[in-house]
């Protein structure tokens, strides 16, 4: 028999400030690190930039309108923090805050739980400049005075705060690989150090929201962990996979978790482990209230005899893609529920962001008729019902996106939403995939 999802699961979507606010240079916001490097030729398709994005800062109310008539109970964004603190210090910005009063008394009075996530990768450009951004603990301890400013403003009416977005793609994507803001291809120490700064980030920010929250507060960090799953459901390739799992995870997640860098990454990193402190490990470790978890896609992994005990299966290029390249792999996504249920047992999880880019078109109609989009979520939401179902605790599930948006070096090229923009006038079509996952949410099935 099919599991209907409680009436207490959450159904949402998400988005990300810089991906589909706009009104860039509005209301005394400040420059972000991406407002910078979307202006540096050639790093992001088409030259595209975030300046009016979707423009949902002055639209917002009609978006919020999709949501209700979607029947979503749960909205998963983001807080700019240069619209708040436009140099990522010093005076508020009381229309920054204004903006986001209005969105939250929007969602509540649509009955929409508002899921705020306090940093998605729009650093202040002004502390890129001054203190180097994520390579300072300045920024590290500025992150948690901007956070305990948001969460006193929102806190009597949100309950549930992420305080970071996938560490991994603001610091490796970054500072190494040179496809993400600020950009720059650095040494490893330091992409590591920027980890580790973000990691106390958290932790910091994590015990001023403890300090001002006015209400209950369920505090967590949203993820997106290296997805394995084993070739096919043998012991041997189960535990390989288990393994590859805490070896992808071992720099963020396990940390995060144990307070501690496990004597195996020590050894790997060597010199170009970062500079930390026990003490710093503590408030990095803090017991969270959930896991959010975002996945696109996996690798496949089996048991082999060698030191690791296993080894990636590579894909073959026949396998089902995405419009990102991406292999389409639901079993990753429940393999991510087992494993983090295996190492960190009960913790609740959200699955905050899960999607796909699909070649979109408009029917002459006016249909979007994604069913491969349907499909893919269909095959991902079988996954979360098969991990309920074995008892694991998964809490709520947030579709990727919303919105066709600004899509990071990708620009405006690659649609996600399960609502399509019409870049030209801003008009919002809901999809067919949204037609579907609005009927899920109502029948409480996989249908």
Not at 426 to 445: E, N, P, W
Request: net charge negative; hydrophobic share 35%; charged share 25%.
């Amino acid at each position: 028999m099919d599991t209907i999802f409680t009436e207490d699961f959450k159904w949402g979507a998400a988005t990300a400030s810089y991906q589909i606010e706009g009104a860039y240079d509005e209301d005394g916001r400040g420059l972000s690190v991406w407002d910078v490097f979307s202006r540096r030729p050639g790093k992001i398709m088409n030259n595209d930039n975030g300046d009016i994005a979707c423009d949902h800062y002055h639209r917002y109310k009609e978006d919020v309108r999709i949501m209700k008539e979607m029947g979503l109970n749960a909205y998963r964004f983001s807080i700019a923090w240069p619209r708040i603190l436009p140099t990522g210090e010093g005076k508020i910005n009381r229309k920054g805050i204004d903006f986001y009063n209005r969105l939250i008394d929007e969602l509540l009075e649509n009955n929409i739980e508002p899921f705020i996530t306090l940093f998605h990768w729009d650093l202040p450009q002004a502390l890129e400049e001054k203190y180097g951004g994520w390579r300072s603990k300045t920024v590290s301890k500025l992150f948690a005075e901007y956070a305990g400013i948001v969460v006193k403003e929102y806190s009597d009416r949100v309950k549930y705060w992420a305080t970071m977005n996938e560490i991994i793609c603001f610091t490796y994507l970054a500072h190494e690989l040179d496809k993400h803001a600020p950009g720059g291809r650095e040494p490893r120490k330091v992409t590591n150090q920027t980890i580790h700064n973000a990691l106390l980030g958290h932790g910091l920010a994590y015990t001023a929201i403890r300090q001002n929250a006015k209400k209950e507060a369920k505090i967590g960090l949203v993820e997106v962990p290296g997805a394995v799953f084993p070739i096919y459901d043998a012991e041997e390739h189960i535990e390989a996979a288990r393994k590859a799992f805490f070896d992808k995870n071992q720099a963020i997640l396990f940390p995060l978790m144990t307070g501690k860098y496990n004597e195996e990454l020590v050894r790997l990193l060597g010199a170009d482990m970062p500079d930390y402190n026990e003490e710093e490990m503590k408030i990095i470790s803090q017991p969270l209230d959930y896991i959010g978890y975002n996945n696109y896609f996996g690798t496949p992994i089996r048991a082999a005899q060698n030191e690791k005990g296993y080894e990636e299966v590579d894909i073959p290029s026949s396998f089902p893609k995405t419009e990102m390249g991406w292999v389409i792999t639901p079993r990753a996504l429940y393999y991510i529920l087992k494993f983090s249920n295996d190492f960190f047992p009960g913790l609740p999880i959200y699955i905050t962001e899960n999607g796909i880019a699909c070649d979109d078109r408009e029917t002459e109609g006016g249909e979007i008729l994604d069913i491969d989009r349907i499909e893919y979520l269909r095959n991902h939401l079988q996954q979360c019902k098969s991990a309920i179902n074995e008892g694991i605790s998964l809490k709520g599930y947030f579709v990727w996106s919303l919105l066709d948006n600004f899509e990071w070096s990708w620009g405006y090229s690659k649609r996600f939403g399960i609502v399509m923009v019409n870049y030209s006038n801003m008009a919002r079509t809901i999809k067919l995939s949204g037609r579907y996952y609005s009927g899920v949410i109502k029948s409480g099935r996989v249908l």
